[in-house]
């Protein structure tokens, strides 16, 4: 499944997507994103339909990386009708993220 997010397609995908988005930003040489992969993989087909999950490397995309103060990586937006309404950052255990998809779909 690929859900590549970048400059070029990041307002449409996320800013005016109808669903919430989960954002991971991320890069090819950070070794928690990697292992992050997986769970990330799982979650967007347990919630297909119900929120977009998509990726987005912050090497190739580094104007968005800034725009929403990305410091350390991976880190998780949750946006909703635009806005980012709950980040979280690290490598977290599946439960955790689903709880903050859950909140953020209720």
Do not use: H, R
């Amino acid at each position: 499944m690929d859900y590549s997010l970048n400059s070029q397609n990041f307002e449409e995908e996320v800013l005016k997507s109808k669903v919430p988005v989960l954002v991971d930003f991320s890069a090819d040489w950070c070794g928690p994103c990697k292992m992050m992969a997986p769970v990330i993989d799982e979650l967007a087909g347990e919630y297909e339909g119900e929120m977009k999950i998509g990726k987005i490397n912050v090497d190739q995309s580094p104007d968005i990386a800034q725009k929403y103060n990305v410091m350390s990586i991976p880190m998780f937006a949750f946006f909703k009708n635009g806005e980012v309404i709950e980040t979280a950052v690290g490598a977290l255990n599946k439960a955790k993220l689903q709880g903050i998809i859950d909140k953020v779909l209720a």
